[in-house]
């Protein structure tokens, strides 16, 4: 049973590295290369679903440890009401047990966690790295359209003020009326 943890140590390294390198800022042209990669290549799709497979015996593993702290904590408190003269070596045992089976728990519940975190966070770059090229495709287009965009919704906002005040004026006119500001 301790080779199953063991790998699931090594497991959890490796997800961190994963990670670091992940979250790490390199410039765009190298992260969308990377990205790309490992988003397309056949390879890392075999090595993904092998990485799945051992999660699902993670998470085997994870019940297991969960349901063994649970047992083992209910016997240690069994004992500790039983006994009135308590044994040293017997605690020893239990408390030591208890560590082995909360830091399985652990562990293995840290691995599960930082998969989710991972995979979120590889399609989060995805996005980020499409979001970014069509930004660039975008800015490529209409460089200098810009200021002539908005020199026309000037003019069209100055048209269009112009000819409210005209009609408010008229309005005006025809009711007898002042605006008031308080009431409108």
């Known amino acids: 049973m301790t080779i199953y943890y063991s790998?699931?140590?090594?497991l959890l390294a490796a997800e961190m590295v994963t990670f670091t390198g992940l979250v790490t800022p390199f410039p765009f042209v190298v992260r969308k290369r990377v990205f790309t990669f490992l988003s397309?290549?056949?390879i890392v799709a075999k090595v993904a679903y092998g990485?799945?497979?051992s999660f699902i015996f993670v998470g085997i593993?994870?019940?297991?440890?969960?349901q063994r702290m649970f047992r083992i904590t209910a016997e240690s408190d069994l004992a500790k009401t039983q006994q009135t003269v308590g044994d040293v070596r017997t605690e020893t045992s239990?408390?030591?047990r208890k560590f082995y089976a909360q830091r399985n728990v652990y562990l293995t519940g840290f691995t599960?966690?930082?998969?989710l975190v991972l995979t979120r966070t590889f399609a989060?770059?995805?996005d980020l790295i499409h979001t970014q090229e069509e930004y660039a495709k975008l800015k490529k287009a209409s460089p200098s359209s810009d200021s002539g965009e908005y020199d026309a919704l000037k003019a069209k906002f100055d048209s269009q003020s112009k000819?409210?005040?005209q009609l408010a004026d008229k309005y005006n006119k025809v009711t007898g009326g002042k605006a008031d500001k308080k009431k409108d």
């Open 94 to 96: 239990f408390a030591a």
């Open 112 to 115: 599960l966690f930082l998969s």
């Open 51 to 53: 990485i799945k497979i």
């Open 7 to 10: 790998l699931t140590f090594l």
């Open 163 to 165: 000819e409210y005040n």
């Open 124 to 126: 989060i770059n995805l």
């Open 40 to 42: 397309q290549s056949p």
């Open 61 to 66: 593993l994870f019940f297991d440890a969960l």
